[in-house]
């Protein structure tokens, strides 16, 4: 139930609001904290510590942005706890993005884009992981990332840009 207006839903001081933000958020958090991480095992951990804490303050939310806004900047601030961790630095994750970026099974996977954008260092990943992935306004996430818009925007060019470099023959015909 993702609601319109700038008010958490009611559903969330009840016992089974951790369960519907789950079905609510889930998927999208999830996608969003692997392409983060890289590692699917630790964005499903990222996931539900993002849950959780959003369950826990959802009396603290202003109402000054969207739903979508104010979750999407606590996945955000937990993944990049993780990536400050000892233990995620330990840990590369690179043959978990290898699975995850080409199932073994469907030798047809292309993960050349995935891969591009992984790339990407993490300013310019962020807001391309944000606007095509979560499908979110420039505006929205220049609040997610506390910038203003004009830098978002300009971030996006740049990937963009990068991406076009590290494409070229892949998917431009330059």
Do not use: F
């Not at 043959?95 to 099974?105: F, K, R, V, Y």
């Amino acid at each position: 139930m993702q609601s319109t207006d700038n008010q958490m839903p009611s559903y969330l001081q009840d016992e089974d609001g951790l369960a519907r933000l789950l079905d609510d958020w889930g998927d999208r958090l999830l996608r969003l904290c692997t392409l983060y991480l890289g590692d699917v095992h630790l964005a499903e951990d990222a996931v539900q510590d993002t849950l959780i804490k959003a369950w826990r303050c959802a009396g603290q939310y202003r109402g000054k942005s969207s739903e979508i806004t104010w979750i999407t900047r606590i996945a955000i601030n937990v993944c990049k706890s993780y990536l400050r961790s000892p233990w995620k630095r330990r840990h590369a994750p690179a043959a978990e993005l290898d699975t995850l970026l080409a199932p073994a099974d469907d030798p047809q996977v292309d993960d050349t884009l995935p891969r591009a954008i992984m790339a990407l260092s993490r300013p310019y990943r962020e807001v391309i992981i944000l606007y095509y992935y979560q499908e979110l306004k420039a505006r929205e996430i220049a609040e997610i990332l506390h910038l203003d818009v004009s830098t978002v925007t300009a971030r996006l060019s740049r990937a963009r840009k990068q991406l076009r470099e590290a494409l070229k023959g892949w998917y431009y015909d330059e």
